[in-house]
């Protein structure tokens, strides 16, 4: 069993689905019309046979000879499963053919993969695969009854998408996957995180990094000129002019509102930051907040940096240590206790769930028999962290837990130490005011904050937009400081502070954005498009004997301004059984809640257990997965 339920239990009530779903066909030409569902089916029909781009929604798909995908997202692609298991050729993209034919060798590996996770690509793979008759690239033509179909590679809502490009009945036609929703939006940006290989940085720091992708393959497909946009999902596009510079001139405004205040130009430098920006600006400069203007190298004498932790040390030589995720801290702070410098360690803090700053927490805890606290919210994370799917994870789960309530505070030596729940750089993240009895204070801001900006830069860490949690809150308890205090980030080096000035630069930017981002996605609140968590798995993982049961919670965070009734309907493998049926479970705005799905198993072996996902007009097919294993 584990731990306590993160979100109050819903009453769910089974839901009754109508008898056939039946959704719209839009015509486009004579021969090409669209199948309107959760992804859009392209029908193209020539002397009675039919080629699919994407595939076919209904349950009843129409029979095709061929079945053209333009990536491999397993919420996109199970719409041409059903065509393809009746005989359809499925086509694909050579560089995704892996994410389609060799999904088993990914979720092996992605048992340990997904601990130290600093690459932070969407784990929307299919759970079951697709095998392909041909694999497509950059120019290739694909001919079918006197048709031909050029195919342009257009990476970005994936790294290998292609589009495919048809002129029939007179029309140009583009269908380019997931580039474009709309008017001129975008369906989420947490999937455009990834690597810069041209500057050398990683998909951890790459905020929405295929965001220049996408650009870059929008003009490539204005160029070809086209009449018609039909993406995977949204409406068909009538006006692909307008709808491509509408969603560059927005993603270019989103880009200079994130780099104006990001915390990455401290670690990276100006020319970084300003080629990292251009993929999506051109030219155009970023205007940035000036660099903190109070930076102090000497940190007070009782602050001890070691790698990225701090030590505090008393008069009285006890120690507190802050953060603990580099076995260098344990060897320093066994070293400083030999040579007498401190003489013992009273307790751990840690500032969030990150590797780097809580994989060795426990162990040092127990060499030095001390508790670890940190604020309530990080609670279940820090206990079971493989419960998760979040980036840096470790799998080291701690328990000896001081869980300390937002505001608490405690009186150590000549210390008054108040802990805060600050949701910055990460939701599962808190905040520690250490002030000393002379005066002196320091605010351990965790990674949440370098002297250029806010580290939000990687999406998947869940950093939401006001009026959810998140950095608006961080700032205004910054704004609320007093007297001579500093900030420490301990991959800082200095201790830094904001003038009154920055920070309300930084909340000015950050409220605005929050207007952009609104424009940018098609979702009636943002946090959906950035929280590639809003819905899923508690557990991520789970084990069970064969024939056995686990059940698993659907957790779902309604990130609305109003109440939600999200429709959950799970999938599990052949011979498995659900205990419960589609359900309906309604979420207040902006509150959590989660349905217990009793499940019993089959035979042995890793599986992968997803779930659809609904709630007013979105329907997200497998949208969720958990990982199971089975055992003998
Ligand atoms: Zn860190």
Redesign the pocket.
């Known amino acids: 069993m584990l731990g306590k339920p993160l979100a109050l239990l819903a009453a769910a009530v089974p839901l009754l689905l109508p008898a056939a779903q039946s959704f719209p066909v839009e015509k486009i030409t004579p021969s090409v019309s669209v199948v309107r569902g959760p992804v859009n089916g392209v029908l193209i029909e020539r002397n009675h046979g039919v080629l699919a781009i994407y595939g076919d929604p209904r349950e009843q798909p129409a029979k095709a000879r061929m079945v053209l995908f333009t990536h491999h997202r397993r919420d996109v692609a199970w719409a041409g499963r059903l065509q393809t298991e009746w005989g359809a050729e499925a086509v694909a993209p050579e560089t995704e053919k892996a994410q389609f034919t060799d999904v088993a060798r990914f979720w092996e590996r992605y048992r340990t993969a997904r601990f130290h996770d600093y690459a932070n690509q969407s784990s929307r793979i299919l759970a079951n695969p697709i095998p392909l008759a041909r694999t497509v690239r950059n120019g290739d033509t694909i001919v079918w009854q006197n048709l031909t179909i050029q195919v342009l590679e257009t990476p970005g809502y994936t790294r290998g998408a292609v589009s495919y490009l048809l002129e029939i009945d007179g029309k140009r036609v583009a269908c380019v996957g997931d580039l474009i929703y709309g008017d001129g939006r975008i369906l989420d940006l947490f999937s455009l995180q990834d690597a810069i290989p041209q500057v050398q940085e990683d998909g951890y720091h790459g905020w929405a990094a295929r965001a220049g992708d996408v650009v870059q393959s929008l003009r490539k497909i204005s160029q070809w000129k086209p009449d018609v946009l039909i993406p995977a999902r949204g409406p068909v596009i009538y006006s692909p002019g307008h709808a491509i510079d509408t969603l560059t001139r927005r993603l270019q405004a989103a880009f200079a509102s994130h780099f104006a205040i990001d915390a990455l130009r401290w670690y990276r430098g100006d020319d970084k930051i300003r080629a990292m920006a251009q993929r999506v600006l051109g030219p155009t400069p970023v205007h940035w907040m000036p660099t903190a203007e109070t930076i102090r190298e000497k940190l007070p004498k009782w602050i001890i940096p070691i790698s ?1 932790s701090r030590l505090i040390v008393s008069r009285t030589r006890a120690a507190f240590l802050v953060d603990c ?1 580099d076995p260098r801290v344990l060897k320093e702070v066994r070293r400083l206790r030999q040579e007498g410098v401190i003489k013992q360690l009273d307790g751990i803090y840690i500032t ?1 769930y ?1 590797d ?2 809580s994989d060795i927490a426990q162990a040092a805890a127990d060499e030095f028999h001390c508790p670890i606290s940190f604020c309530q919210e990080m609670r279940d994370i820090l206990e079971h962290p493989e419960a998760y799917r979040m980036p ?1 994870l470790t799998p080291n789960a701690i328990h000896s837990i001081q869980a300390m309530n937002n505001g608490a505070s405690q009186r150590w030596n000549e210390f008054e130490f108040t802990y805060s729940y600050f949701p910055g ?1 990460t939701i599962y993240h808190g905040g520690l005011v250490a002030k000393n009895d002379n005066g002196q204070t320091i605010f351990f801001v ?2 949440s904050f370098t002297p250029t900006g806010m580290d939000d830069y990687c999406l998947l860490n869940r950093n939401f937009m006001p009026p959810e949690k998140g950095f608006l809150d961080c700032l205004r308890a910054i704004q609320k400081m007093s007297g001579d205090y500093l900030l420490i980030n ?2 800082v080096p200095p201790a830094f502070r904001f003038s009154p000035k920055q920070l309300e630069f930084m909340i000015e930017r950050f409220t605005e954005r929050g207007k952009l981002f609104a424009d940018l996605v098609p979702w009636d609140d943002p946090n959906f498009a950035l929280d590639d968590q809003w819905a899923r798995y508690y557990p991520y993982t789970a084990e069970a004997a064969v024939g056995g049961s686990v059940e698993l919670k659907v957790i779902l965070r309604n990130h609305s301004a109003s109440q939600q009734e999200f429709r959950v309907t799970p999938h599990v493998p052949p011979g498995w059984r659900i205990g419960r049926g589609p359900l309906v479970v309604s979420v207040p705005p902006r509150q959590e809640r989660s349905v217990g799905i009793p499940i019993t198993v089959g035979t042995s072996g890793l599986k992968i257990v997803t779930a659809d996902v609904a709630f007013g007009a979105w329907d997200l097919p497998e949208w969720i997965e958990a990982m199971v294993t089975v055992k003998q």
Do not use: I, L, S
């Open positions: 990225n995720g969030h990150h780097d700053h840096c750089q965790g990674d301990e991959h």
